[in-house]
């Protein structure tokens, strides 16, 4: 393969190291995106919006259901 066999416990290492850190960086943006998405009043701070006073927690929890449950059935 690639990697010889005796650096093979090096390259999964770096393997590891690389995947989580590339799988670790979209997930909070997603999942922050969606939560973004249900709040229903946001505090406006310059004209612009900052904070969500309010959620539709009933569609919050639909979606997180429905994004959350396909990785599930894998």
Same mark, same amino acid.
């Given at each position: =393969?690639?990697?010889?066999?005796? #650096? =093979?416990? &090096?390259?999964? $290492? @770096?393997?590891?190291?690389?995947?989580r850190t590339i799988g670790? #960086?979209? $997930?909070?943006? @997603? @999942?922050?995106? @969606?939560?973004?998405h249900t709040c229903t009043?946001? /505090?406006? /701070? !310059? $004209? /612009?919006p900052a904070n969500c #006073?309010? &959620?539709? &927690?009933? =569609?919050? $929890?639909?979606?997180?259901?429905?994004?959350?449950?396909?990785?599930? !059935?894998?």
């Amino acid at each position: =393969r690639s990697v010889p066999d005796n #650096l =093979r416990a &090096y390259g999964l $290492g @770096i393997q590891f190291v690389f995947m989580r850190t590339i799988g670790a #960086l979209p $997930g909070p943006v @997603i @999942i922050g995106t @969606i939560i973004d998405h249900t709040c229903t009043l946001w /505090k406006t /701070k !310059c $004209g /612009k919006p900052a904070n969500c #006073l309010n &959620y539709d &927690y009933n =569609r919050l $929890g639909w979606i997180i259901t429905v994004y959350a449950f396909p990785p599930q !059935c894998e």
